[in-house]
């Protein structure tokens, strides 16, 4: 039994998306104490931009003409793809950055979906329970002056919901820039509100993922 954990943020120290993920990590831990986390964290060790193109054009040469980059970019699809695959559930931390997806998921997922166990006829990762947690330093929410403004939630829940086909629940922790930017102290209150709501759904979601990976085996 063991829970993959994948960490985007850049800022370790002060993550507001790692520290919700800590949440859901917790309650995953005492329901399976003597189960395993096997961590990637994006901001210690990013996969290399030119992996994906590598591990591609790799794809279309014989493995006797491929060159070390590409042998070495499709190792590495192989590494990322047999860490979902094995775990019993997921949970990945996912910020939102200038109003799109993190490039270091987008590196890390565009690599790891050349492996065909994960691609769109594949079925290892179908049913899954999983986690996403993501965090937005404003608000984007529907009537708000930025509204439409986020273009990373919509695609990571298409990618990981439709494409993977895991069985997924969002933790949305909006305003985090609240308390950081001036512009945005008349928020102070609703911030705190959204914060404590995040960490309830982190918590329930936590539950949630250890019994659903429990009942599956």
């Known amino acids: ?34 189960s395993g986390v096997v961590r990637r964290d994006l901001s210690v060790e990013p996969v290399p931009a030119t992996a994906w193109p590598d591990a591609v054009t790799g794809g279309f040469a014989p493995e006797a003409d491929r060159t070390e980059r590409q042998r070495e970019a499709r190792a590495l699809a192989t590494t990322l793809a047999d860490e979902l695959i094995d775990a019993e559930a997921l949970l ?8 799109g997806v993190s490039q270091h998921f987008k590196t890390w997922f565009d690599l790891a979906y050349t492996d065909p166990r994960i691609d769109p006829q594949g079925t290892a990762l179908r049913g899954k329970p999983a986690t996403l947690v993501t965090v937005l330093g404003g608000n984007y ?6 509204e439409g403004w986020d273009h990373s939630t919509a695609w990571l829940r298409r ?8 069985d997924l629940r969002i933790v ?15 928020f102070t209150e ?4 959204l914060k404590q709501t995040a960490e309830t759904h982190a918590v329930r979601s936590g539950r949630e993922i250890a019994q659903l990976a429990a009942s599956s085996r």
């Open 141 to 146: 929410a529907p009537g708000s002056p930025k």
């Open 172 to 186: 949305e922790r909006p305003f985090t820039l609240v308390g950081v930017n001036p512009a945005l102290d008349a």
């Open 1 to 34: 039994m063991s829970l993959f954990r994948l960490d985007a943020s850049i800022l370790p120290t002060t993550s507001a998306s790692r520290s919700l993920a800590d949440l859901v990590e917790a309650e995953w831990l005492a329901a399976h104490p003597e």
């Open 159 to 166: 990618v990981l919901e439709d494409v993977w086909g895991l």
């Open 190 to 193: 609703v911030a705190a509100e």
């Open 92 to 99: 990945l931390a996912v910020p939102l950055y200038n109003y």
